[in-house]
């Protein structure tokens, strides 16, 4: 064994790993490194490893006494490259990897400089480098999603780029230091555009936006508004020459409305306010002094009754007449309905509503109706909706409808994501309809099977607080969605369209119908790329019945009728003898 012992010392001595060695070092540096390597002529030469005092330690090749080659460096902090040297510096292709970061690309004079990737912890940058900084043309990826492609200088982008933020909205143009300056885009992941100039990455200066809607703003922006004389055009055909403060009409203006009247005159806040004369489509005009949309002074100064005081005394007599008219329930099935259209400030929901009433009537035989609508053109002639016109409203029903009676109720309207429907009436304050509110409005006919379908965002929310086992209730979304189809101009909501003017127009069957119309909106979503709204549909079988015992007895009433008319006209019928 004595003659192994040599060797096994040799293993030993030469197994350490990255830590230094214990062999004797050849050299002995100024610095206190131990050298272990080639010495030719008193220099570092070849192939060799240098340990320092202070844990550092360097191995590689040598060339005149300097590292130079490919080669390794540890650093006392836990600095680590892997790569080229030149002359004692990183010098070439390398890996440098320090607390917090890592970078594979090239060097120059011991610097990040030429291409390369910088990861860091909040950020991640390919591209090029020059003096350890950004410079060039690279791509920078923040920890948030946000993301920078284009031109840098100094570090920053300065150029030539494009910038999204974490939400995918994108900005495009010249960059300062980082901000966008001058000419510039902006285009947002709901469709918004603005194609002008930018300050600080702010809209500001000449410019023109455009809205996912098709709305257009041009003119002067500052601070990201626009402010002083501008134009705007509407998708609905509306057309606004004039000054604004903070994108709205405020100042002298001339505005063409869709319907062909015309406005020139004073505005604040996009209503008619001050000065002005109004030309409606048929000719007439209105001049006079206006406040917040509504004329109070004639042409000559005199003062004028106030819509909104005139509409109010009207809406007592308004519901009475409308409750008055139901009838009362004739053997054996009758259908009744409650259609609500709950936002006054756009258009869509009495268009919707008024087609819902009348497709129920038409098409389903509903014998009493009731339907209440919020709009600004009809606060004077038709019964508004409100928590206690509702709640007048079923308590009708309730006493003209009977026990073998079917109701039908439809609310469409806005949503909140805590539930809440949109009762709204311009220059009104109302309250808005809870879950737990349109319940106790509708307790009157708890002893009724009735249908129940809402059009709004989060309308699954109504689900809990209204469904049991005489109700058939369809909501228009999921409890934590939107639902789509909100615009003045639209005739129906996303899901009114689907089920009413389409799959109730093709089926008699609710559940199919329901069906067919989550199908039909979920398509559309699909196809113009929003989140689905996914409808919701609580269904008991007992009402499904009910309503197809209604129909059938509607089929055989309408074949009687039929029948009695050809017998009729054959009766009259002269006949030759």
């Not at 903070?246 to 001339?254: A, K, T, V």
């Not at 505005?267 to 001049?287: E, F, I, P």
């Not at 209730?473 to 909501?493: H, K, Y």
């Not at 009114?496 to 989550?518: C, H, P």
Request: glycine content about 12%; proline content about 3%.
């Amino acid at each position: 064994m004595r003659p192994l012992l040599p060797f096994t010392l040799l293993l030993l001595l030469t197994a350490c790993g990255d830590g230094e060695s214990l062999l004797p070092p050849d050299a002995r540096l100024p610095d206190g490194g131990r050298y272990r390597g080639q010495v030719v002529d008193g220099l570092l030469q070849g192939e060799g490893r240098i340990d320092y005092p202070n844990g550092s330690w360097y191995a590689g090749t040598f060339k005149n006494g300097q590292w130079h080659g490919q080669g390794e460096w540890h650093g006392q902090n836990g600095e680590v490259y892997r790569g080229q040297f030149k002359d004692g510096l990183f010098e070439g292709l390398g890996d440098l990897i320090t607390p917090g970061s890592h970078y594979a690309g090239t060097f120059r004079h011991g610097r990040r400089d030429g291409e390369g990737t910088l990861k860091q912890a909040d950020q991640t940058y390919r591209g090029q480098f020059k003096d350890d900084q950004y410079e060039g043309a690279g791509q920078l990826e923040l920890a948030d999603g946000s993301r920078y492609q284009g031109l840098f200088a100094k570090g920053k982008p300065n150029g030539a780029g494009v910038r999204s933020d974490a939400s995918g909205n994108q900005f495009s143009g010249r960059f300062v230091d980082g901000q966008l300056q001058g000419t510039g885009t902006y285009d947002s992941v709901d469709g918004e555009q603005y194609i002008g100039e930018f300050k600080d990455n702010r809209l500001e200066g000449r410019g023109r936006y455009e809205n996912a809607d098709g709305d257009v703003w041009i003119g002067q922006f500052k601070d990201g508004a626009l402010v002083g004389e501008g134009e705007m055009l509407g998708s609905d055909g509306s057309h606004y020459k004039g000054a604004f403060v903070d994108w709205r009409m405020s100042g002298h203006g001339s505005l063409q409305l869709a319907d062909g009247s015309q406005y020139v005159g004073n505005l604040l806040n996009d209503a008619y306010h001050g000065q002005g004369r109004l030309t409606l489509a048929n000719g007439q005009v209105q001049s006079g002094v206006w406040a917040n949309g509504v004329r109070v002074r004639d042409q000559h100064g005199k003062l004028l009754p106030d819509p909104l005081d005139l509409a109010l005394l009207n809406q007592g007599r308004l519901l009475d007449e409308a409750l008055a008219a139901v009838p009362r329930s004739l053997a054996p099935i009758q259908l009744y309905s409650l259609v609500v259209a709950g936002d006054g400030q756009q258009s869509v929901f009495l268009r919707e509503a008024d087609y819902v009433s009348n497709l129920l009537k038409v098409r389903f035989g509903a014998r009493g109706q009731v339907t209440l609508v919020n709009h600004r053109d009809f606060m004077a002639t038709r019964p508004m909706a409100t928590r206690q016109s509702i709640t007048r409203a079923a308590q009708a029903l309730a006493e003209r409808s009977g026990p073998q009676d079917l109701l039908f109720i439809y609310l469409t309207s806005h949503g909140s994501e805590d539930h809440q429907l949109v009762l709204d009436q311009p220059r009104l304050q109302l309250a808005d309809l809870s879950a737990g509110e349109l319940a106790s409005a509708l307790a009157p006919l708890k002893d009724r099977d009735k249908v129940i379908v809402i059009s709004a965002c989060y309308s699954g929310g109504y689900i809990a607080g209204l469904k049991d086992e005489r109700t058939v209730i369809m909501t228009a979304a999921r409890a934590d969605r939107v639902s789509f189809g909100c615009s003045e101009e639209a005739d129906f909501t996303y899901f009114g369209d689907a089920l009413f003017a389409q799959a109730l127009n093709q089926t008699d069957d609710l559940k199919q119908a329901f069906e067919l119309a989550r199908d039909s909106v979920a398509e559309r979503e699909r196809r113009e790329g929003f989140e689905a709204s996914e409808p919701q549909l609580w269904a008991p079988p007992k009402v499904l019945e009910h309503w197809q015992r209604l129909r059938s007895q509607q089929a055989e009433e309408a074949l009687r009728n039929a029948t009695h008319a050809k017998v009729g006209a054959q009766a009259k019928t002269p006949r030759n003898h």
